[in-house]
């Protein structure tokens, strides 16, 4: 967060890291992974490191296409790990893995210290699960879809814990309403509270903020801080850059394939795009022109500027030139977007 | 830690109480599981209460006397018969039965009326074609107050005060193709049955489909419930239903088809939940098979026809053939007719009725084996 880290190019996702910390997974992975890196997720885990997501190599198809495929990940206690990816690249079915909903068809990995493909039962009391898709029951009011939720975790004190749950969501209001009545956002809003119910130690939530509208997701995404902070991991499916950059981490997922996996900056650096903001008349011609040469990657409106990207700086620089005359030109900051866009391209032509 | 691997009570009990919650709450469901037995209720009692008049008789009469012609006259002008021809031989007789042209056949042997007047009391027989016993009972009933009351106007004095209180005339009735000679009675209590297989069968197919179509089974997975715990259940509420409907059918017996009940009813209340239960299993396993609530529904239907054909309901059971009771035999409801006709009409006991009951719940067993070991945990 303070500073720019130096560390390696990638990290734990190329193979050559799955050997060396495979045969002792929970204890020895600090030394593994860049010892910089720790204090980098804001000194958060103060134990520095144990995985509560370490997983290698899990595939999953349905019929012959490969929907996740030979993926491995690491997600660090306390850590706030954005998943992030195109639409049907496989972010739900990766997740649906890790809390034993889905079966892989192999690889292997843990899930907070367990198996997750034969010890999923221990592992479900421990994971709130929150689906991308509403999936509690539209026909029970928000208090009984939260009691029944208590119930099937054996949670004490149902009454008074269910009462707290709907008080801290702003849920109280509509506490007797069917859960089906509420709009999309308060859905949403009613799934984040069922699943953090029971305190779980992992949250996998997919997509938990779409729909729900801004002042809500600060809510959301200060109460993750706050669980985060206490050592509570979190696994969270987006589409939003906005809370990209408010992860620790992040993954990038396309096609099944992960191409990417580290925190904002060394995304950003390791994508070695190069950005150019440009404003003055006719931005909208000057695009078409800008789109179609060599060495622009993308152009990009931004109400009165265009953003220009490209992976080299002196072709950009060239292919920008000639509308340095009329227009202002300025380097800056290249943003998570054009880097995620830069590489679901990169994806789909192989 | 706090993790029990096994069944746990309060999670199972968890699902009941969310299930009646739903239940309540599922106007349209609630109202078919009532629904269905009332409209099968009316359906079958009308057809039961229907007293079919005119139905085609031939006589075959080898005694013209004024008390043959007066019998027959009488049956005629009674609506229940309509005579349509006269026979002349016993070969006529049979075809005319097969072949449907007749209902009935009377036969009037050739010294009636020298018998009648000795006082000796000479047979009627009267022949039924009784596939359809509810067709014919009516009139079977009505030709005992016409034969009665044909001789009391012919005969003189002495003899018609004789024979208005004693009949002077056996008559013999034989039920063609209908071994069992299924009556009236038979069929309400068999009703109970019918519809439980029926509505129960369909309504918890339905109850495990429709937490996958509405994705809340995605939910239920990640939480520590148990494939055990959400079976059973998703079952007990539906097990209360099923009194309802069984409460709700012996009512409809006594009360609107005057069945006479013999029986105790405690046997029936409490041995029924076997057949109860074999019917829900049969549900859930149908629902871990089905992708939809469409499928969920025609397989259940699927199960539900050869209940209602082979189970002795719908044709008498020993007149099937023998693959057919062999795959009658198999089935609950077969058994569970057995049963419910033993006690209410037969006045059997709890005890005796057990032969009936120990194969329901084998079958039972089976089944709710099939659907633990079919039940996905996962969602592919
Ligand atoms: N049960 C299934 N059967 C067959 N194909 C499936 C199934 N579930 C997912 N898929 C396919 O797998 C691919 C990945 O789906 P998935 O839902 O994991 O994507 P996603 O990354 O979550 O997408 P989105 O951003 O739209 O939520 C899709 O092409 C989808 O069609
Ligand atoms: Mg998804």
Request: proline share 6%; aromatic share 8%; charged share 20%.
């Amino acid at each position: 967060m303070t500073d720019i880290l130096f560390d390696p190019k990638r990290l734990a996702q190329s193979p050559s890291s799955a050997p060396t910390d495979a045969p002792p997974k929970v204890p020895a992975d600090a030394p593994a992974d860049a010892p910089a890196d720790a204090p980098a997720d804001a000194g958060l885990s103060g134990a520095g490191g144990d995985s509560v997501i370490d997983v290698q190599g899990l595939t999953k198809s349905f019929g012959s296409k490969v929907v996740v495929n030979n993926l491995s990940m690491r997600v660090r206690r306390g850590e706030i790990f954005g998943f992030l990816g195109p639409n049907g690249s496989g972010k739900t079915t990766f997740i649906r893995m890790l809390c034993g909903l889905l079966a892989a068809d192999s690889g292997s990995g843990t899930c907070l210290g367990w198996d997750i493909r034969t010890q999923a039962e221990r592992i479900k009391p421990h994971v709130g699960y929150m689906s991308q898709r509403f999936s509690l029951y539209e026909d029970l009011t928000v208090r009984e879809n939260l009691d029944f939720t208590a119930r099937l975790y054996g949670l004490p004190d149902r009454a008074a814990l269910v009462g707290d749950c709907l008080e801290h969501n702003g849920l109280a209001r509509f506490a007797d309403n069917l859960a089906g009545s509420l709009s999309g956002g308060w859905k949403q809003r009613l799934a984040l509270a069922a699943c953090t119910l029971h305190d779980p130690s992992l949250l996998l939530l997919d997509e938990p903020t779409a729909g729900v509208d801004p002042g809500a997701r600060r809510d959301f995404w200060d109460a993750v801080h706050r669980l985060a902070a206490r050592g509570v991991t979190a696994l969270i499916s987006t589409h939003y850059m906005d809370e990209a950059e408010r992860c620790h981490r992040l993954a990038y997922i396309a096609y099944g394939d992960l191409l990417a996996q580290d925190t904002v900056e060394g995304l950003i650096r390791n994508s070695g795009l190069v950005t150019w903001s440009i404003s003055g008349p006719d931005l909208h011609e000057l695009s078409e022109i800008l789109r179609g040469k060599p060495g622009v990657d993308q152009v990009v409106a931004f109400g009165n500027t265009l953003h220009v990207s490209g992976p080299d700086e002196a072709s950009l620089v060239a292919a920008l030139s000639p509308c340095g005359a009329t227009h202002q030109c300025r380097r800056i900051e290249t943003n998570l977007e054009e880097v995620f866009i830069h590489l679901m391209r990169g994806a789909r032509k192989p | 830690m706090t993790i029990d691997i096994g069944f746990t009570f309060s999670r199972f009990a968890a699902v009941v109480y969310k299930e009646f919650i739903q239940m309540r709450r599922d106007r349209v469901t609630f109202a078919m599981m009532i629904g269905i037995p009332l409209m099968q209720l009316i359906l079958f009692g009308y057809a039961i209460n229907s007293d079919p008049r005119h139905l085609p008789t031939a006589v075959l009469s080898a005694d013209n006397s004024p008390y043959s012609r007066g019998i027959v006259a009488g049956m005629q002008t009674s609506t229940y018969f309509d005579v349509t021809g006269q026979l002349s031989s016993r070969a006529q007789a049979e075809a005319a039965l097969k072949n449907g042209d007749a209902q009935f056949v009377l036969t009037i042997p050739e010294d009636f009326s020298r018998k009648l007047l000795r006082g000796e009391t000479p047979v009627l027989l009267l022949e039924a074609d009784a596939t359809d016993p509810a067709a014919t009972s009516g009139a079977v009933a009505s030709l005992r107050e016409i034969v009665s009351r044909a001789i009391a106007r012919d005969l003189p004095g002495p003899a018609a005060e004789l024979a208005a209180t004693d009949l002077p005339v056996t008559i013999r009735v034989h039920a063609e193709y209908n071994p069992e000679a299924v009556t009236q009675y038979n069929i309400v209590p068999g009703l109970m049955g019918v519809i439980l297989s029926l509505t129960l069968t369909m309504i918890t197919s339905l109850a495990i489909t429709r937490e996958r179509e509405r994705g809340t089974m995605e939910n239920l997975l990640s939480t520590p419930v148990k494939p055990l715990e959400v079976m059973l259940g998703k079952i007990t509420p539906y097990i209360l239903v099923g009194y309802i409907q069984i409460a709700l059918i012996i009512l409809a017996s006594k009360f609107l088809f005057d069945v006479p009940l013999r029986g105790s009813l405690v046997p029936i209340f409490v041995l029924s939940l076997v057949f109860i239960a074999a019917n829900l299993s049969v549900g859930v396993t149908l629902s871990t098979v089905a992708k939809n609530q469409l499928q969920a529904v025609q397989m259940s239907v699927f199960f539900f026809l050869p209940s209602l054909l082979l189970s002795g309901f719908m044709f008498p059971f020993r007149g099937m053939p023998a693959w057919a009771q062999v795959l009658g035999s198999a089935l609950p409801l077969t058994h569970y007719l057995r049963f419910v006709r033993g006690v209410l009409l037969k006045g059997a006991t709890g005890m005796e009725s057990l032969t009936h009951i120990w194969p329901i719940a084998i079958f039972f067993l089976a089944v709710i084996a099939i659907g633990m070991l079919r039940y996905r945990k996962t969602l592919d």
